[in-house]
T-cell receptor, first 115, second 114 residues
Framework: DARVTQTPRHKVTEMGQEVTMRCQPI?????VFWYRQTMMQGLELLAY????????DSGMPKDRFSAEMPDATLATLKIQPSEPRDSAVYFC???FGQGETGELFFGEGSRLTVL | KQEVTQIPAALSVPEGENLVLNCSFT??????LQWFRQDPGKGLTSLLL?????REQTSGRLNASLDKSSGRSTLYIAASQPGDSATYLC?????????????FGDGTTLTVKP
C-alpha cells in the first residue's frame, strides 16, 4: 500500500527549539511538496522539489525555515528557532513529474505545537 | 496570482440529499484541478482529478466537472450519507506542465445528518 509517510505525527516543543519534520514520498514519485495548514490561513505552500531540486520556496520564511531532500526517499523541513506562530499541521505531498497526471498524494501530517 | 474560492464554507444536509460544492479560480491557465476530502485530524485524501483538457470525472457517487473558461468546478455528491461528513477542498495546479504548484481553496465543511 503506497503512501506518503511523515514523522513525527505530533510534536510539542518550547519556543527557540529546533524542529525537524521528515517525509518519505511514495516510491518513484519525483515531486515533493511541503504545505502548512492553520485555521486562519488554510493550506499554504511552503516549498516544493522536483528531482530533489528546490523549484519554489517563496512561501517559506527563510530566516528560520529550511527544506531539503538529502535523497529521493527523504524530504526534511527544519525550523530553527521555532516560535509559537509556527504551531500548525505540516503536510508533505508527493506526485509524479513530467508526463504524468500531476495527482498529489498527501501524508497524514505532522502536528506541531510550539509553547 | 491564482486565487481559489470555495462556496459555501459550510453545508448541512439531511441524509439522502444530492448536493453540489463549488470551487472557483481566477486564472484559467491551469494544468489540473483536484478534489480532496479531509477528515478531522487527518491528511487529505484524493477524490477526483480533472485534467485541464477534461470536462468531468466520476467516481462512485461523486462527479466533478470543470469549466476552465469560467474558472469553475463543481463536486456533485449523490445520495449523501453521514460518512460523507468531512471538509472538501479543491486544489488548482497552474501552468501547462505538472511542475506547477497547487493552490488550495479554504474548503467546504459538509455535515450529513442521519
Amino acid at each position: 500500500d503506497a503512501r506518503v509517510t511523515q514523522t513525527p505525527r505530533h510534536k510539542v516543543t518550547e519556543m527557540g527549539q529546533e524542529v525537524t519534520m521528515r517525509c518519505q514520498p511514495i516510491l518513484g514519485h519525483n515531486t515533493v511538496f511541503w504545505y502548512r495548514q492553520t485555521m486562519m490561513q488554510g493550506l499554504e505552500l511552503l516549498a516544493y522539489f522536483r528531482n530533489r531540486a528546490p523549484l519554489d520556496d517563496s512561501g517559506m520564511p527563510k530566516d528560520r525555515f529550511s527544506a531539503e531532500m538529502p535523497d529521493a526517499t527523504l524530504a526534511t523541513l527544519k525550523i530553527q528557532p521555532s516560535e509559537p506562530r509556527d504551531s500548525a499541521v505540516y503536510f508533505c505531498a508527493s506526485g509524479f513529474g513530467q508526463g504524468e497526471t500531476g495527482e498529489l498524494f498527501f501524508g497524514e501530517g505532522s502536528r506541531l505545537t510550539v509553547l | 496570482k491564482q486565487e481559489v474560492t470555495q462556496i459555501p464554507a459550510a453545508l448541512s444536509v439531511p441524509e439522502g440529499e444530492n448536493l453540489v460544492l463549488n470551487c472557483s479560480f481566477t486564472d484559467s491557465a491551469i494544468y489540473n484541478l483536484q478534489w480532496f476530502r479531509q477528515d478531522p485530524g487527518k491528511g487529505l485524501t484524493s477524490l477526483l482529478l480533472i485534467q485541464s483538457s477534461q470536462r468531468e470525472q466520476t467516481s462512485g457517487r461523486l462527479n466533478a466537472s470543470l469549466d476552465k473558461s469560467s474558472g469553475r468546478s463543481t463536486l456533485y455528491i449523490a445520495a449523501s450519507q453521514p460518512g460523507d461528513s468531512a471538509t472538501y477542498l479543491c486544489a488548482v495546479r497552474r501552468g501547462n506542465t505538472n511542475a506547477g504548484k497547487s493552490t488550495f481553496g479554504d474548503g467546504t465543511t459538509l455535515t450529513v445528518k442521519p
